[in-house]
């Protein structure tokens, strides 16, 4: 009798076992609120995190500064010359990210305020920039983001400028582009250590 009991409670015991075991992939499978994409599986082991929040003009090689339209379609900004007293109207704010998964670079993405409305930069999948209306998200799930850019040192030795690579997009850069006379902010691939069109200042005021 009390060898059928055993049997019993290692067989409850294998079934607690498998459900728990059934419960914790479903749990692995569910996107969280600030996945990128929910029809992607979502891996808990791959997120970013905010830690910090900085704020900065942004400007590229020739020290022109980083002005945006955010109902534009053919760019979300572009590079202008822009007088002192009105610099304050054109500061991004810049998340510094934690990252689980250690990769190159400082994970970060990019908000600017106009008039009432927040926005934030995104990548989309045809590799155009734009903005979208929302706040940077404390958490992103995933192991590429769409709001993500990996900023480094554009140059050793360089502490005035960077370069910003696209998580969702590997070896594509924020870039400095000239079109029909205007200087637009650009997502492009870079194919050489030293293009100065990929030179970001982030410059604090």
């Known amino acids: 009798m009390w060898r059928a009991f055993n049997v019993l409670g290692k067989s409850l015991e294998m079934l607690g076992i498998q459900t728990r075991k059934e419960s914790w992939n479903l749990r692995k499978k569910?996107?969280?609120l600030n996945s990128d994409d929910s029809n992607k599986p979502y891996d808990e082991t791959d997120f970013w995190k905010t830690y910090d929040v900085k704020e900065f003009l942004i400007k590229n090689n020739t020290h022109e500064t980083l002005v945006v339209y955010p109902e534009s379609m053919d760019s979300c900004g572009v590079f202008e010359s822009v007088q002192q007293q009105y610099q304050e109207m054109y500061m991004f704010k810049l998340y510094l990210y934690r990252d689980t998964s250690p990769r190159e670079g400082i994970a970060t993405a990019f908000t600017v305020q106009k008039g009432q409305k927040t926005y934030l930069m995104t990548c989309t999948e045809d590799g155009t920039l734009r903005l979208e209306e929302r706040t940077a998200p404390q958490?992103?799930?995933g192991y590429e983001s769409k709001y993500i850019f990996y900023k480094r040192d554009f140059n050793e030795g360089d502490t005035e400028a960077y370069s910003f690579e696209s998580?969702?997009?590997a070896g594509y850069f924020l870039a400095s582009e000239q079109e029909n006379g205007w200087k637009k902010l650009a997502l492009?691939?870079?194919q050489h250590e030293v293009?100065?069109?990929f030179r970001i200042?982030?410059?604090k005021i």
Do not use: A, G, H, K
């Open 139 to 141: 958490f992103i799930s």
């Open 201 to 203: 200042q982030l410059v």
């Open 30 to 32: 569910q996107p969280t």
């Open 195 to 197: 293009d100065e069109n």
């Open 167 to 169: 998580s969702l997009f």
């Open 188 to 190: 492009r691939s870079r």
